[in-house]
């Protein structure tokens, strides 16, 4: 499984941006599609993340701003951010794990808020 964001850049307080990510190969051994992001000197933390057949999860900073989704077929799933802060300004990391627990990270996309 192969995973490449993209859709990161400079925004200004309170704008939107989206980002998505590709999967590719084993699409189908995939059971839980995430976001993880991780801001300079701190630790990667994880945003929202999304299983087959359960509702969204989201910690509570984005929580009501950031939503989580994928199209049926698994092959890209996104993170709509709204009312953006300066303080979601970091490296944003699509993460997927299979059926087996194994987890798969893409490159990293990084976002900027200015305020």
């Known amino acids: 499984v192969q995973l490449q964001a993209c859709g990161g850049g400079l925004v200004q307080g309170g704008g939107s941006l989206r980002l998505s990510c590709t999967v590719r190969g084993s699409r189908n051994s995939i059971n839980i599609w995430a976001w993880y992001r991780q801001a300079a000197g701190k630790q990667r933390e994880l945003v929202a993340r999304?299983?087959?057949?359960?509702?969204?999860d989201y910690a509570d900073f984005v929580k009501d701003r950031f939503i989580i989704s994928r199209d049926n077929a698994a092959t890209i799933f996104s993170l709509e951010m709204n009312s953006l802060k300066p303080e979601d300004t970091a490296v944003y990391y699509c993460?997927?794990?299979?059926?087996?627990?194994?987890?798969?990270w893409g490159q990293g996309t990084l976002v900027t808020v200015s305020s």
């Open positions: 993460n997927a794990q299979d059926r087996w627990f194994k987890e798969y």
């Open positions: 999304i299983s087959r057949g359960d509702s969204p």
